[in-house]
């Protein structure tokens, strides 16, 4: 179905035929990778494999990299392509995100020798990038890392833990956060590249989640890495997470919202066909209602989302840090509820495993978690509303 904004001067052109040919293409060309069969188990990680290749050999995946010095994201093509791809299959969207969020720091603070060497291959769906911050006691609170980074000769020596590593297990490399020995909080952290096979890289365990993904443990036992791997300026890596996060939160916002229009789409269908108490269910106003809100819902999601990607397109060097989480806040939030009244409107149908609204229900609840939970997201626009106040704005 059309998104039904992009008639609206959020957009250009060259979106809009994106929209069209990449609806095309997730219709007619990864349809037959698409669905459980493909993605539990063993055949997870070749589907994710297969998924970037197909969509790096389209072209697909030109936006989700800054392989030239002075180019920019096009962050309204970013989020129309995880709307379009959440809507045909989370695993979709989830292996194209994962191509721009992996590589997002080398894109945005790497050398040219760095853009030049990692960014390529992932342009081109042959290699899967991971982006490696959080650790098992520094979620939410990244200043609390104790992974670090050691100066050793020319280079560095990385020890510690990684924790809910998307790609991990199956990434080329890993953008690692580890911070100075003796440093605490947001200073002393800098950001590396480490390949998958670095001697002292482990994968320490692959992690099972609700909607099946990959995700691992990973793991850095004196694991030496040369000069050339650090990511911009030693002590720059809490502002080049945050920076990072700022360009792909909002992409989170336009995942959520795929899978809460996918969830509508399967409403509609539902309530049209469905008989109860001798009366079509779309006849009642109580079954109105709840397709009222969901739209609603989704719309008012677009809405943030795109007023975040079109500020951070037209306003690159203008902050986006408190649009970015609104939309991301907002829409997971609504899809939740959205894919939560689809299953209700489903009946015992909705939970039966593997049914489009009992899939879309685990595959959303991650994105109120990851690349920042919702409670953080309110402390983030909380922070930089009442900032401006103090400030006079
Ligand atoms: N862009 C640039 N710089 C930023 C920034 C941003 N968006 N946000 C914070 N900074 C800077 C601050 O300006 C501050 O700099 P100074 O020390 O020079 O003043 C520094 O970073 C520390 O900022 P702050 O004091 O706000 O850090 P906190 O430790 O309080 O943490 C939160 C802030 C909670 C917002 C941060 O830790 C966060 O986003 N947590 C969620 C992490 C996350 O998304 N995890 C998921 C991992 S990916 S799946």
């Given at each position: 179905?059309?998104?039904?904004?992009?008639?609206l001067?959020?957009?250009?052109?060259?979106h809009r035929?994106?929209a069209a040919d990449?609806?095309s293409f997730?219709?007619n060309?990864?349809a037959?990778?698409?669905?459980?069969d493909?993605?539990?188990g063993?055949k997870l990680d070749a589907?994710?494999?297969?998924?970037?290749?197909?969509?790096g050999?389209?072209?697909f995946?030109?936006a989700?990299?800054?392989?030239?010095?002075?180019?920019?994201f096009?962050?309204?093509?970013?989020?129309l392509?995880?709307?379009?791809l959440?809507?045909?299959?989370?695993?979709?969207?989830?292996?194209?995100?994962m191509q721009?969020?992996?590589t997002g720091?080398?894109s945005l603070?790497?050398s040219?020798?760095?853009?030049?060497?990692?960014?390529?291959p992932?342009?081109?769906g042959?290699q899967?990038?991971?982006f490696?911050?959080?650790e098992?006691g520094?979620?939410?609170?990244v200043?609390?890392m104790t992974?670090?980074?050691?100066?050793?000769?020319?280079g560095?020596?990385?020890?510690?833990?990684?924790?809910?590593i998307?790609n991990?297990g199956?990434?080329?490399q890993?953008?690692?956060f580890?911070?100075a020995?003796?440093?605490?909080?947001?200073q002393g952290i800098?950001?590396?590249?480490?390949?998958?096979?670095?001697?002292?890289?482990?994968?320490a365990?692959?992690?099972?989640?609700i909607?099946?993904h990959p995700l691992a443990?990973?793991?850095?036992?004196?694991?030496?890495v040369?000069?050339?791997?650090?990511?911009?300026?030693?002590?720059?890596g809490?502002?080049?997470a945050?920076?990072?996060?700022?360009v792909?939160?909002?992409?989170?916002?336009?995942?959520?919202?795929?899978?809460g229009?996918?969830a509508?789409?399967?409403?509609?269908?539902r309530?049209h066909e469905?008989?109860v108490?001798?009366k079509?269910?779309k006849?009642?106003?109580?079954?109105q209602?709840?397709?009222?809100?969901m739209?609603?819902?989704?719309?008012?999601?677009a809405?943030l989302?795109?007023r975040?990607a079109?500020?951070k397109?037209m306003?690159?060097?203008?902050?986006i840090t408190?649009?970015?989480a609104?939309?991301?806040?907002?829409?997971?939030?609504?899809a939740?509820k959205v894919?939560?009244?689809?299953?209700?409107?489903?009946g015992g149908?909705g939970?039966?495993?593997d049914?489009?609204?009992?899939v879309l229900?685990?595959e959303?609840?991650?994105?109120?978690?990851y690349?920042g939970?919702?409670?953080i997201?309110?402390l983030?626009i909380?922070?930089?509303?009442?900032?401006?106040?103090s400030?006079?704005?």
């Amino acid at each position: 179905m059309q998104n039904p904004l992009l008639d609206l001067p959020l957009f250009e052109d060259s979106h809009r035929k994106l929209a069209a040919d990449l609806e095309s293409f997730a219709r007619n060309d990864l349809a037959d990778i698409a669905g459980s069969d493909c993605h539990e188990g063993s055949k997870l990680d070749a589907t994710c494999r297969e998924i970037v290749a197909r969509l790096g050999a389209a072209g697909f995946l030109t936006a989700s990299c800054l392989v030239k010095e002075g180019d920019r994201f096009d962050v309204r093509r970013l989020c129309l392509s995880r709307e379009i791809l959440a809507r045909h299959d989370g695993l979709f969207d989830f292996a194209f995100a994962m191509q721009g969020l992996g590589t997002g720091p080398i894109s945005l603070f790497g050398s040219n020798a760095q853009r030049q060497k990692y960014l390529p291959p992932v342009v081109a769906g042959q290699q899967l990038p991971a982006f490696a911050l959080s650790e098992p006691g520094a979620g939410s609170d990244v200043g609390a890392m104790t992974t670090t980074a050691t100066r050793d000769g020319s280079g560095y020596r990385l020890n510690g833990a990684k924790t809910w590593i998307s790609n991990g297990g199956i990434a080329d490399q890993y953008v690692v956060f580890a911070r100075a020995p003796g440093s605490t909080g947001a200073q002393g952290i800098s950001a590396f590249i480490v390949e998958a096979d670095t001697p002292g890289f482990s994968i320490a365990e692959r992690i099972r989640v609700i909607a099946p993904h990959p995700l691992a443990t990973i793991a850095m036992d004196d694991c030496l890495v040369p000069e050339a791997a650090l990511i911009g300026a030693e002590g720059q890596g809490f502002a080049i997470a945050m920076q990072t996060l700022d360009v792909f939160r909002t992409t989170v916002g336009a995942a959520a919202l795929g899978l809460g229009r996918r969830a509508l789409d399967e409403a509609l269908g539902r309530i049209h066909e469905r008989q109860v108490f001798g009366k079509a269910l779309k006849s009642f106003q109580i079954t109105q209602s709840k397709i009222g809100e969901m739209a609603l819902g989704l719309d008012a999601s677009a809405l943030l989302v795109y007023r975040a990607a079109w500020k951070k397109d037209m306003r690159s060097s203008d902050p986006i840090t408190r649009e970015a989480a609104m939309a991301k806040l907002f829409a997971t939030e609504t899809a939740q509820k959205v894919i939560d009244e689809a299953v209700q409107l489903f009946g015992g149908m909705g939970v039966v495993s593997d049914q489009p609204v009992e899939v879309l229900y685990r595959e959303i609840r991650a994105l109120r978690i990851y690349e920042g939970t919702s409670e953080i997201q309110k402390l983030v626009i909380a922070k930089d509303v009442m900032g401006a106040y103090s400030a006079g704005a």
